[in-house]
């Protein structure tokens, strides 16, 4: 069964570098989406992605954020300088329609030291 | 952002017993989605429902969606030991289709 990926399963790092994390979503989707979650709690949206353009984004994606699909298959998220205040667990997730269930991948852990 | 609240946050019972599990906001979804996340792993979708009154079944666990499409239900039957997990809804919005999640229940079946 087709499932969405992401690389790398943990990244630490330190304050002020930059980290890139990469999502392969299942391979007929067409909406992207990252979503984080700070250890205990909620899930929460950050972006979302079609046609090679930002959907819409909350408050959370500033302009230490940016997205990117550089060729046919990755979804990149960057985060340009972190904060320690970024560490989180980081969500990929892909639907075929905007309007469809998204499937989500296994996540990235970011520990910024 | 739309605000799911669910409810209970902890739910502890014994084997065999019933469990429903509650979603409920002041928003109307166009849909609702149900997923289940283990420690340190992704949400792993469990039932979407779309129309207002729906129910859905997979095995024992049993979804409803409220007929005004605000709030939602996870029932399950004689729960074993392997529905030990935490269970996440997730709204998405009529117009805009990113998901707001719930806090999360986190069940607990005792053998």
């Known amino acids: 069964e087709p499932e969405v990926t992401q690389t790398p399963s943990h990244q630490v790092t330190q304050m002020g570098q930059e980290v890139i994390l990469r999502c392969v979503p299942i391979?007929?989707?067409?909406?992207f989406y990252w979503y984080r979650q700070i250890l205990g709690q909620k899930v929460e949206f950050l972006v979302s992605f079609y046609n090679n353009e930002i959907s819409e984004k909350s408050e959370i994606f500033d302009d230490q954020f940016s997205v990117e699909r550089p060729d046919g298959s990755n979804f990149t998220l960057k985060i340009r300088s972190t904060k320690l205040e970024d560490s989180a667990m980081y969500f990929c997730?892909?639907?075929?329609?905007?309007?469809?269930?998204?499937?989500f991948g296994p996540g990235t852990r970011l520990t910024v030291l | 952002t739309q605000l799911l609240e669910q409810s209970p946050q902890f739910l502890s019972i014994q084997e065999g017993e019933n469990l429903t599990v509650y979603c409920n906001s002041s928003?109307?979804?166009?849909?609702l989605q149900w997923y289940r996340q283990e420690p340190g792993e992704g949400p792993v979708l469990l039932v979407t429902?779309?129309?207002?009154?729906e129910v859905k079944k997979l095995k024992r666990l049993t979804f409803q969606f409220g007929d005004a499409r605000k709030d939602s239900s996870l029932h399950i039957t004689a729960a074993q030991p392997g529905d030990t997990g935490l269970y996440l809804c997730a709204g998405a919005g009529k117009n805009d289709y990113k998901l707001s999640f719930g806090a999360g229940t986190t069940v607990t079946v005792r053998a």
């Open positions: 928003s109307v979804f166009s849909s």
């Open positions: 997730a892909s639907t075929i329609r905007e309007t469809d269930t998204q499937y």
């Open positions: 429902v779309v129309t207002g009154g």
């Open positions: 391979s007929n989707h067409l909406y």
